[in-house]
């Protein structure tokens, strides 16, 4: 049995977000690895990554907020 993790992204994980992200997604949906530079940087506390065998295969961010949605 594969073993996974679960964790909080950072910054050394940028490279194996930017290309999972350009597998997953058309090149005009897709975001880029400046984007994700910026999300790292102001919202870490809600970007998660799953690992498996030693590579990034899911990630999940989303910026928390009150606001209510309309």
């Known amino acids: ?3 996974y993790c679960i964790r909080k992204a950072d910054l050394n994980d940028l490279e194996e977000i930017a290309e999972l ?12 690895k400046d984007i994700f530079k910026k999300r790292l940087d102001k ?18 961010n989303g910026m928390v907020t009150e606001q209510a949605r309309k």
């Open 21 to 32: 992200e350009q597998l997953c997604f058309p090149e005009s949906e897709a975001a880029s």
């Open 1 to 3: 049995m594969e073993k």
């Open 43 to 60: 919202y870490s506390e809600c970007f998660f990554v799953l690992i498996l065998s030693g590579k990034i295969v899911s990630m999940v």
